[in-house]
Structures are given as C-alpha cells and as structure tokens.
C-alpha cells in the first residue's frame, strides 16, 4: 500500500505565500516522477510543477518564477513554495506520484493524494 497525502493548504491574500508538503509513505522501492496539478473550480486539472526522469524539473508556463519545487529523497517528500499568490490560484492542489514499488518490477504505479485547498482572497 502507498499513501500520498498533501499538506499546508489555507487562505492567503494577494501577494502572499504559501508552503505546500507531499508525502509519500508506503510500500516503495523508488519514485521516478513526483509532482504537483490543481484544479479550480470548473475547470480541468492542471499540471503545475514536477520532478522528472533525471531528476529534472518542469513548471507550469502560469508560474512564470513565482513557484518553486522542491525534493527530500530521504523523506521521500515534495515540497512547492508558493510565491505572490494571486486570485486566480486559488484551487485545489494534488500532489502525484509515479513509484516504482519494487526493485523486481519497471511498472510505475500512478498513486494520488487527497488535495489540499489554498484559497487566495482578500
């Protein structure tokens, strides 16, 4: 079993910052690919930003420098530092995790965490 569970969502004004925590627990050899997608209201989900294959990092073309991804491989753990926080953020924020559960198997296992909602309002 691999629990992924998201934290430090809230309300923040305009402008404002926000630290958000994935971690991922469980049954796991390795994980290839870890990351962050939101959804806001009405809208599809979208990808927002990642760890890849190599290590190498991908953002969102709406974060334009205002986010930024971070890893501890040894908590097995994403962290996404939220900077000038804008309305249009506001959303609920996944994390996801492609794992690898064990050294016998290349198949990755596609593991969700519940979300955690950041509102940004004055």
Do not use: H
């Not at 492609?98 to 593991?111: F, M, P, S």
Request: one cysteine or more; hydrophobic letters at 35%.
């Amino acid at each position: 079993q691999v629990q992924v569970v998201e934290s430090g969502g809230g309300l923040v004004q305009p402008g404002g910052s926000l630290r958000l925590s994935c971690a991922v627990s469980g049954s796991i050899f390795s994980i290839p690919a870890m990351g962050w997608y939101r959804q806001a209201p009405g809208k599809q989900r979208e990808w927002v930003a990642g760890f890849g294959s190599g290590g190498i990092i991908n953002y969102g073309d709406f974060v334009k420098g205002r986010f930024t991804i971070s890893r501890d491989n040894a908590k097995n753990t994403v962290y996404l530092q939220m900077n000038s926080l804008k309305p249009e953020d506001t959303a609920v924020y996944y994390c996801n995790a492609q794992i690898r559960v064990a050294r016998a198997t290349q198949e990755l296992k596609d593991c969700w965490g519940q979300g955690t909602q950041v509102t940004v309002s004055s």
